[in-house]
């Protein structure tokens, strides 16, 4: 994968989950091209390499509970159940969240879960998270998703602001969100429900 993706762990995982079972087969020849898909339902599956950085700027080590947000054919799930102890997906499309747990259950994933919801509201039945991950891009961070993370987690978000997508990482540490800038992004956006 190269250009700048250094994390093992992120790398070998890339290389584990082929990315055509998350695509439709319209596009499965186009699986492995670094650009999003569609998907189904105005949703997209989201770039390989934007993917990437956000799974390596969360530092994974592999003990982690993770959430994602927005986890449309469940592909980012997977390649975090590679990586993590355990991943948590919320989905507020019904139809593509019920796809993406029957693929996950398909490909032997046990450690991974996909619920419908409004992914603004977190899981807090399953909190705390050590990292959570937002596939869509939102206009401020959810208090919610900052409230499930545990202390030293990290939630990787693109926010938008003044017309353009800027990759967000906050790192919570001693009660406190410290947040900086990991560069632009496009994703489609969150909402709520």
């Not at 339902?41 to 390499?49: D, E, K, L, R, V």
């Not at 590679?82 to 499309?93: A, H, K, Y």
Request: proline fraction near 6%; include cysteine.
């Amino acid at each position: 994968m190269g250009r700048g993706i250094y994390d093992k762990k992120v790398l070998e995982a890339f290389a584990k989950v082929p990315r055509e079972e998350f695509v439709p087969p319209e596009y499965k020849h186009l699986a492995y091209e670094d650009y999003p898909l569609p998907i189904g339902a105005g949703q997209t599956i989201s770039q390989p390499y934007m993917v990437a950085i956000m799974l390596q700027e969360m530092h994974l080590k592999g003990d982690e509970k993770v959430l994602e947000v927005g986890a449309g054919s469940g592909y980012v799930v997977a390649l975090l159940a590679q990586i993590c102890r355990e991943v948590w997906g919320i989905e507020r499309i019904e139809s593509l969240a019920i796809q993406a747990q029957e693929r996950l259950r398909k490909l032997g994933y046990t450690n991974a879960h996909i619920v419908v919801g409004d992914g603004t509201k977190g899981l807090p039945s399953e909190a705390p998270f050590d990292a959570i991950l937002v596939s869509a891009a939102a206009k401020k961070v959810p208090q919610a998703l900052l409230e499930q993370l545990a202390e030293g987690g990290r939630l990787v978000i693109p926010l938008e602001s003044n017309y353009v997508q800027i990759l967000t990482i906050i790192e919570k540490k001693k009660g406190k969100f410290i947040e900086r800038e990991a560069g632009p992004c496009i994703f489609v956006p969150l909402i709520e429900e």
